[in-house]
Nanobody
Framework: QVQLVESGGGLVQAGGSLRLSCAAS????????IGWYRQAPGKQRELVGT???????DYVHSVEGRFTISRDNAKNMAYLQMNSLKPEDTAVYYC???????????WGQGTQVTVSS
């Protein structure tokens, strides 16, 4: 059974940093791209960025230069390092396999990130 569990969220002041973790199980992690997503209150879930099986990363423009996605295939883990956080980064953050993103039941609980001004 495919499972992705997010952790590492919290409350941080604007300008601060957080590192989110995504623990994966139930599938061959190393051959799958992983995406980080977020959903702010009253808004639709949006893609933050992805890391491919070849470690190529892509980011939405609003987080480029501030967020970094990495992965450790030996540990079946993906990470989202968030620096220079802004209040508009406040959201629940999720990780998922991009090909599964359209399946509502594929989403985990996410981890809450709150950035205070």
């Amino acid at each position: 059974q495919v499972q992705l569990v997010e952790s590492g969220g919290g409350l941080v002041q604007a300008g601060g940093s957080l590192r989110l973790s995504c623990a994966a199980s139930g599938f061959t992690f190393s051959i799958n791209a992983i995406g980080w997503y977020r959903q702010a209150p009253g808004k639709q879930r949006e893609l933050v960025g992805t890391i491919g099986r070849e470690y190529r990363t892509d980011y939405v423009h609003s987080v480029e230069g501030r967020f970094t996605i990495s992965r450790d295939n030996a540990k079946n883990m993906a990470y989202l390092q968030m620096n220079s956080l802004k209040p508009e980064d406040t959201a629940v953050y999720y990780c998922n396999i991009p090909q599964r993103a359209s399946v509502e039941s594929s989403w985990g609980q996410g981890t809450q990130v709150t950035v205070s001004s």
